[in-house]
């Protein structure tokens, strides 16, 4: 034991570094605070509904009622029990709180990855910090995007495991492949893990030229074999993730629309292109991973007394106070997104040894890097790039699902710290052998120390500090003002504000791309030592990096765990409670009651917040809550009643709509549609209690002949749970039931009597039944094949990941003492 803590005392002393760290950064957690999200609110608001019947019934239902009329809980939470990584997960979380835990995971798979390039071990960690306090890893943790940061989080240890394959470890790169591909997968953040598809592809396709040019195809194919094993492993552990998720995407935003759009002229399949694009980043925001602050950082919340706009508002009579909450609300972001958490920033000193590392390093890493971030920034730029962008979403695989494509600049905040530290490595092992070094490095000093300087003495010379709505925006603030001069004045206070957030972070930037060149140039001049460089270099990439997540994820963003306050219950949602009928819904008014889940919390919610909708539900959306509500359309829904707020006092107020249909009902006249569009546009006007429509396609389903007028019947909801929904119908014949409950044939089976019975889509997107004459029970269950299906793959998968695991550590016990008696008998 005591050897080989001696043999890994560095690894351990790094360890303990990366621990330190996270516990100064994250102190207020281990102070019993708690980080508030805008993200988890809204999680919160949707899952509240199936913990609660978690916790009543041991376990939690697929479905649930609290968003959207329904929708499959598999999309909002579930436990995976037969995946291994949920319990890796838990056991992750159980010694380091939510979000520490995540930062750690960035340090650790940072230093494997930068391990399994060869660096030294104390550089490996400063390029572990380099890539874990970018800016957009604690963006994303402030916001709440938790498993997307989970999934950036697993990105580095999966590369470095390609790079182990390839390289020729037969044994611990594949098996670990699988395993962080494994819980990379299990984040459930499809979106990130196609990006890193991406990125690997472009790698994998440069190892194929050199293996093809050094006639070595026949190991890379052995090395491509291992780990399409491993993948496919990785794949089938996750199958309760994937299958399900694959399944309902198909009948989301992110799959085929079923009406055909007039400007397009053909049914979509996947996201709609300017939505998928709304999250572009505009072309010269990539400075910003230079000078952070250059676009004026994020939206909101920058500017502070000694600044302009407020300077303007105390000049009209604002006292200072009042100045300040006026400018919080200012935008001094602008560039073209519709808003923004802060920039992509990756560090000054990292950049500018980035830069070095493209002209002095080496080899087919270098090569990959520059490709594969090219490719992602120029991705990136979505609407702003077509040429690219439409090229990938028109025709690459799977592109057109996913929105706000800026995401994939998690790749380059990889692999810009990679030949960052490449190229430092470079000067430890061949500085003597590169050609020209000292000019190269100065030239590099120049130029990227040079640009920061001449912004922070020319801003304007580089940069415009106004958005394309810059003039609609100011007329507006004129006409808040009083009058255009003011709006002018105000215009000219802000662009100021703006040039001088950029012109401070440029000379902080160069500040910080002067220290690292002197570094460099000090190693070169024999002036320092290795340990220093390493050590010195680390301090300044730290102390950045440090500097810049804290304006964004800090102390203050913080609170204590006793006050945390969750989603506050308000009067109109205590009264609205008292009526204890299980199926009535809400739509709350004072909110866009389809982009928010609070009020999910405490009722079944027509609206809701989630970024997969079903396309049905969100045609209704965009067809019949266009301009204007569609009161029947609420009706069909069962929506008891409406949270409005009063437009003179604010105040809250309930309005109970008595049209609404109710849980079920019979019909009198069924009538048949040719087609969605025709389905749709009926539905537009209508009495939902007496007449119903069904697409064409359901006829055979129906027995028409037999359907009479539903005089003295009755039906209605005698047990309510998400899963499954009990009514009790009598009639004197035949009879059309339509159910306020979304359709959805992917798990969903109805019973009368006990016997199964085809469900009917109605109404484009209720359910309804052909209900006989006479008394009768009727059940409704959601027990989706897929789920039942996938879980056993899923474990059978990772008992397989499992044994794997311990496979390879028993070969490398017995290998490793195979080589010490070999050695003891030397």
Same mark, same amino acid.
């Given at each position: 034991?005591?050897?080989?803590?001696?043999?890994?005392?560095?690894?351990?002393?790094?360890?303990?570094?990366?621990?330190?760290?996270?516990?100064?950064?994250?102190?207020?957690?281990?102070?019993?605070?708690?980080?508030?999200?805008?993200?988890?609110?809204?999680?919160?608001?949707?899952?509240?509904?199936?913990?609660?019947?978690?916790?009543?019934?041991?376990?939690?239902?697929?479905?649930?009622?609290?968003?959207?009329?329904?929708?499959?809980?598999?999309?909002?939470?579930?436990?995976?029990?037969?995946?291994?990584?949920?319990?890796?997960?838990?056991?992750?979380?159980?010694?380091?709180?939510?979000?520490?835990?995540?930062?750690?995971?960035?340090?650790?798979?940072?230093?494997?990855?930068?391990?399994?390039?060869?660096?030294?071990?104390?550089?490996?960690?400063?390029?572990?910090?380099?890539?874990?306090?970018?800016?957009?890893?604690?963006?994303?943790?402030?916001?709440?995007?938790?498993?997307?940061?989970?999934?950036?989080?697993?990105?580095?240890?999966?590369?470095?495991?390609?790079?182990?394959?390839?390289?020729?470890?037969?044994?611990?790169?594949?098996?670990?492949?699988?395993?962080?591909?494994?819980?990379?997968?299990?984040?459930?953040?499809?979106?990130?893990?196609?990006?890193?598809?991406?990125?690997?592809?472009?790698?994998?396709?440069?190892?194929?030229?050199?293996?093809?040019?050094?006639?070595?195809?026949?190991?890379?194919?052995? =090395?491509? &074999?291992?780990?399409?094993?491993? #993948?496919?492993?990785?794949?089938?552990?996750?199958? *309760?993730? +994937? /299958?399900?998720? !694959?399944?309902?995407?198909?009948?989301?935003?992110?799959?085929?629309?079923?009406?055909?759009?007039?400007?397009?002229?053909?049914?979509?399949?996947?996201?709609?292109?300017?939505?998928?694009?709304?999250?572009?980043?505009?072309?010269?925001?990539?400075?910003?991973?230079?000078?952070?602050?250059?676009?004026?950082?994020?939206?909101?919340?920058?500017?502070?007394?000694?600044?302009?706009?407020?300077?303007?508002?105390?000049?009209?009579?604002?006292?200072?106070?009042?100045?300040?909450?006026?400018?919080?609300?200012?935008?001094?972001?602008?560039?073209?997104?519709?808003?923004?958490?802060?920039?992509?920033?990756?560090?000054?000193?990292?950049?500018?040894?980035?830069?070095?590392?493209?002209?002095?390093?080496?080899?087919?890493?270098?090569?990959?890097?520059?490709? =594969?971030? &090219?490719?992602?920034?120029?991705? #990136?730029?979505?609407?702003?790039?077509?040429?690219? *962008?439409? +090229? /990938?979403?028109? !025709?690459?695989?799977?592109?057109?699902?996913?929105?706000?494509?800026?995401?994939?600049?998690?790749?380059?905040?990889?692999?810009?710290?990679?030949?960052?530290?490449?190229?430092?490595?470079?000067?430890?092992?061949?500085?003597?052998?590169?050609?020209?070094?000292?000019?190269?490095?100065?030239?590099?000093?120049?130029?990227?120390?040079?640009?920061?300087?001449?912004?922070?003495?020319?801003?304007?010379?580089?940069?415009?500090?106004?958005?394309?709505?810059?003039?609609?925006?100011?007329?507006?603030?004129?006409?808040?003002?009083?009058?255009?001069?003011?709006?002018?004045?105000?215009?000219?206070?802000?662009?100021?504000?703006?040039?001088?957030?950029?012109?401070?972070?440029?000379?902080?930037?160069?500040?910080?791309?002067?220290?690292?060149?002197?570094?460099?140039?000090?190693?070169?001049?024999?002036?320092?030592?290795?340990?220093?460089?390493?050590?010195?270099?680390?301090?300044?990439?730290?102390?950045?990096?440090?500097?810049?997540?804290?304006?964004?994820?800090?102390?203050?963003?913080?609170?204590?765990?006793?006050?945390?306050?969750?989603?506050?219950?308000?009067?109109?949602?205590?009264?609205?409670?008292?009526?204890?009928?299980?199926?009535?819904?809400?739509?709350?008014?004072?909110?866009?009651?389809?982009?928010?889940?609070?009020?999910?919390?405490?009722?079944?919610?027509?609206?809701?917040?989630?970024?997969?909708?079903?396309?049905?539900?969100?045609?209704?959306?965009?067809?019949?809550?266009?301009?204007?509500?569609?009161?029947?359309?609420?009706?069909?829904?069962?929506?008891?009643?409406?949270?409005?707020?009063?437009?003179?006092?604010?105040?809250?107020?309930?309005?109970?709509?008595?049209?609404?249909?109710?849980?079920?009902?019979?019909?009198?006249?069924?009538?048949?549609?040719?087609?969605?569009?025709?389905?749709?546009?009926?539905?537009?006007?209508?009495?939902?209690?007496?007449?119903?429509?069904?697409?064409?396609?359901?006829?055979?389903?129906?027995?028409?002949?037999?359907?009479?007028?539903?005089?003295?019947?009755?039906?209605?909801?005698?047990?309510?749970?998400?899963?499954?929904?009990?009514?009790?119908?009598?009639?004197?014949?035949?009879?059309?039931?339509?159910?306020?409950?979304?359709?959805?044939?992917?798990?969903?089976?109805?019973?009368?009597?006990?016997?199964?019975?085809?469900?009917?889509?109605?109404?484009?997107?209720?359910?309804?039944?052909?209900?006989?004459?006479?008394?009768?029970?009727?059940?409704?269950?959601?027990?989706?094949?897929?789920?039942?299906?996938?879980?056993?793959?899923?474990?059978?998968?990772?008992?397989?990941?499992?044994?794997?695991?311990?496979?390879?550590?028993?070969?490398?016990?017995?290998?490793?003492?195979?080589?010490?008696?070999?050695?003891?008998?030397?």
């Amino acid at each position: 034991m005591k050897q080989w803590f001696k043999e890994n005392s560095t690894h351990l002393a790094i360890s303990a570094l990366f621990i330190v760290l996270v516990l100064f950064y994250f102190s207020p957690i281990f102070d019993g605070k708690t980080l508030v999200q805008s993200d988890v609110m809204q999680a919160e608001g949707s899952q509240k509904e199936l913990f609660d019947y978690r916790a009543k019934d041991g376990h939690a239902p697929l479905w649930t009622n609290s968003m959207f009329g329904g929708m499959p809980t598999y999309q909002i939470w579930y436990e995976h029990a037969s995946n291994v990584a949920s319990y890796i997960n838990k056991g992750i979380r159980a010694l380091v709180p939510v979000p520490a835990d995540i930062v750690l995971l960035y340090l650790f798979g940072g230093y494997f990855l930068f391990s399994v390039l060869r660096l030294k071990p104390w550089l490996a960690a400063v390029g572990a910090i380099a890539l874990a306090f970018t800016s957009y890893n604690f963006i994303y943790i402030e916001a709440g995007h938790v498993n997307k940061a989970y999934a950036i989080a697993y990105l580095a240890p999966i590369i470095g495991s390609v790079l182990l394959s390839f390289r020729g470890s037969r044994l611990w790169g594949p098996v670990l492949l699988c395993l962080f591909l494994t819980l990379e997968i299990r984040t459930n953040h499809v979106q990130i893990t196609y990006y890193l598809f991406i990125a690997l592809l472009v790698y994998v396709l440069i190892e194929l030229y050199y293996a093809i040019r050094d006639k070595k195809l026949k190991g890379f194919m052995r =090395a491509g &074999a291992v780990q399409i094993v491993a #993948a496919v492993v990785a794949v089938l552990v996750n199958a *309760s993730v +994937l /299958f399900p998720t !694959y399944e309902y995407s198909k009948l989301t935003i992110r799959g085929k629309a079923n009406i055909q759009k007039v400007d397009s002229g053909s049914q979509s399949s996947g996201l709609d292109k300017e939505y998928a694009y709304q999250w572009s980043q505009g072309v010269g925001e990539n400075i910003t991973f230079l000078i952070p602050n250059a676009y004026g950082g994020r939206t909101g919340g920058v500017l502070d007394k000694n600044s302009e706009v407020v300077k303007f508002f105390t000049k009209l009579g604002a006292p200072e106070a009042q100045a300040v909450q006026f400018a919080d609300r200012i935008p001094t972001y602008w560039g073209e997104k519709m808003f923004t958490s802060g920039p992509w920033y990756f560090g000054a000193a990292t950049f500018f040894l980035f830069v070095l590392g493209l002209i002095i390093v080496k080899g087919r890493v270098k090569w990959w890097i520059l490709i =594969a971030s &090219a490719l992602c920034m120029l991705l #990136a730029f979505g609407r702003h790039f077509p040429l690219v *962008s439409d +090229l /990938f979403f028109d !025709y690459f695989p799977m592109y057109n699902k996913f929105r706000a494509v800026e995401s994939i600049l998690v790749i380059p905040a990889i692999l810009i710290p990679m030949l960052a530290m490449l190229a430092v490595n470079e000067l430890f092992v061949r500085a003597s052998e590169i050609p020209k070094l000292d000019k190269k490095v100065l030239y590099t000093y120049v130029g990227i120390g040079g640009f920061c300087l001449l912004v922070a003495l020319m801003p304007s010379l580089f940069l415009d500090f106004k958005t394309s709505g810059h003039q609609d925006f100011i007329s507006s603030i004129s006409q808040q003002l009083g009058g255009q001069a003011a709006g002018n004045e105000f215009a000219n206070a802000l662009i100021k504000d703006r040039s001088s957030l950029a012109s401070g972070d440029a000379y902080r930037s160069f500040f910080i791309v002067t220290i690292a060149f002197g570094l460099v140039w000090l190693f070169l001049k024999k002036k320092i030592t290795v340990p220093v460089f390493i050590g010195v270099l680390g301090i300044v990439i730290l102390v950045d990096l440090w500097a810049i997540d804290k304006r964004y994820l800090n102390n203050a963003s913080f609170i204590e765990e006793r006050a945390k306050t969750h989603i506050v219950e308000r009067e109109v949602d205590q009264l609205i409670r008292l009526d204890k009928d299980p199926s009535y819904r809400v739509m709350d008014l004072t909110t866009n009651p389809f982009s928010d889940a609070r009020a999910s919390y405490f009722h079944k919610n027509i609206g809701g917040y989630h970024a997969a909708k079903l396309m049905r539900f969100q045609e209704v959306l965009e067809h019949q809550f266009n301009g204007a509500i569609n009161e029947d359309v609420l009706d069909m829904f069962n929506v008891r009643y409406l949270i409005t707020q009063n437009r003179q006092n604010g105040a809250e107020q309930i309005q109970r709509r008595s049209t609404a249909s109710g849980n079920a009902w019979f019909v009198q006249k069924v009538t048949f549609v040719k087609d969605n569009a025709q389905e749709m546009q009926a539905i537009s006007s209508f009495d939902p209690k007496r007449e119903a429509f069904v697409h064409e396609s359901f006829k055979n389903q129906l027995n028409t002949a037999k359907l009479g007028q539903p005089s003295n019947a009755e039906i209605k909801l005698v047990s309510y749970h998400p899963d499954t929904l009990k009514y009790e119908s009598t009639s004197p014949n035949d009879a059309f039931a339509v159910f306020s409950e979304v359709y959805y044939d992917k798990g969903w089976k109805a019973y009368i009597d006990g016997t199964e019975v085809p469900i009917i889509r109605a109404d484009y997107l209720l359910r309804a039944l052909q209900v006989p004459g006479g008394n009768h029970k009727i059940e409704f269950i959601f027990a989706p094949a897929s789920i039942r299906i996938s879980n056993l793959i899923s474990l059978i998968a990772s008992i397989v990941l499992v044994l794997g695991l311990a496979a390879a550590v028993f070969v490398s016990w017995r290998t490793k003492g195979q080589k010490t008696a070999q050695d003891s008998v030397k």
